[in-house]
Nanobody, 122 residues
Framework: QVQLVESGGGLVQPGGSLRLSCAASGSIFRVNLMAWYRQVPGKERELVATVRRDGATTILLDSVKGRFTISRDNAIYTAYLQMSSLKPEDTAVYYC???????????????WGQGTLVNVSS
């Protein structure tokens, strides 16, 4: 069994910063792509950013470009989302996703975290 556990969410004032962490644990051979999504109640979940195992990153959401950075530490199966210059419209539940966790040779699982709330408010 593989789990993703997010942490680092909370209440922050506009203009502030937060760093989210996503730690994978369990029977893991290799974690390939890792991604962060976010969701506001009543709206669809949207893809924020991805990071490949080789460290290549992509920010998918135009509204966070220049403010959010994604990274990872392969040694501890952890991905990070550094968020700065936060705005009230960044308020959402942020979810970590690993779509192709290799649990043994040529066997893959998709795993989601439970989500962590980021509330940007004064």
């Amino acid at each position: 069994q593989v789990q993703l556990v997010e942490s680092g969410g909370g209440l922050v004032q506009p203009g502030g910063s937060l760093r989210l962490s996503c730690a994978a644990s369990g029977s893991i051979f290799r974690v390939n792509l890792m991604a962060w999504y976010r969701q506001v109640p009543g709206k669809e979940r949207e893809l924020v950013a991805t990071v490949r195992r080789d460290g290549a990153t992509t920010i998918l959401l135009d509204s966070v470009k220049g403010r959010f950075t994604i990274s990872r530490d392969n040694a501890i199966y952890t991905a990070y989302l550094q968020m700065s210059s936060l705005k009230p419209e960044d308020t959402a539940v942020y979810y970590c996703n690993a779509p192709d966790v290799e649990i043994s040779r040529y066997r893959y699982l998709e795993v989601w975290g439970q989500g962590t709330l980021v509330n940007v408010s004064s």
